[in-house]
């Protein structure tokens, strides 16, 4: 049965960094597009990065610009989220996703979820 799961979320201090992993067994992942996602209670699913099918101009949300960076790795049929600098307000639970193509990087452009990694930045 295919599926995603995500790893590498835990707690870290504010200006540390984390690299979160988005394996797909029965996927593979390079002919999808990958999207991640966060969420925190009472707020709507939030487009954090999205990358293509062809990997070409991966988005980003205005407030991780700089500071994430996502990206494939084929062979290992894994897509990882690298979170730099990090911020108390990048607490969340982040989930990867998978579908055909996006356009906005929106929760309602991909079909395949996993089921998420919290994320904690405190002191």
């Known amino acids: 049965q295919a599926q995603l799961v995500e790893s590498g979320g835990g707690l870290v201090q504010p200006g540390g960094s984390l690299r979160l992993s988005c394996s797909g067994p029965g996927f593979t992942l390079e002919y999808y597009a990958i999207g991640w996602f966060r969420q925190v209670p009472g707020k709507e699913r939030e487009g954090v990065s999205c990358i293509a099918r062809d990997d070409s101009s991966p988005y980003y949300v205005d407030s991780v610009k700089g500071r994430f960076t996502i990206s494939r790795d084929n062979a290992k049929n894994t897509v990882y989220l690298q979170m730099n600098s990090l911020k108390p307000d990048d607490t969340a639970v982040y989930y990867c996703?998978?579908?055909?193509?996006?356009?906005?990087?929106?929760?309602?452009?991909?079909?395949?979820w996993g089921q998420g990694t919290q994320v904690t930045v405190s002191s």
């Open positions: 996703a998978t579908g055909w193509e996006y356009y906005s990087c929106l929760a309602s452009e991909f079909d395949y």
